[in-house]
């Protein structure tokens, strides 16, 4: 199964569902990817509003 994009939260997932937000309107057309370890203390992800860790799409179209 391939990488998919949520359009919701934008977790890079493989299945059919998020499990972060329960959202099933995943993306195959995704760009740029984050990897964040520590959520708490990254400017980074507070600015794109990510509170878990976890790998993240930049753009999901």
């Known amino acids: 199964m391939t ?3 949520c359009r919701e ?3 890079i997932v493989e299945g059919l569902v998020c ?6 309107s995943l993306s195959k057309d ?3 990817y984050i990897v964040v ?3 708490r203390g990254s400017e980074i ?3 794109l ?6 790998r993240y799409a930049l753009k999901v179209r």
């Not at 509003?49 to 976890?54: A, E, K, M, S, Y």
């Open 49 to 54: 509003g990510i509170t878990l860790p976890g």
């Open 19 to 24: 499990p972060i937000c329960g959202s099933s």
């Open 30 to 32: 995704w760009a740029g």
């Open 3 to 5: 990488e998919q994009a």
């Open 37 to 39: 370890i520590d959520p």
């Open 9 to 11: 939260c934008h977790r």
């Open 45 to 47: 992800a507070a600015k």
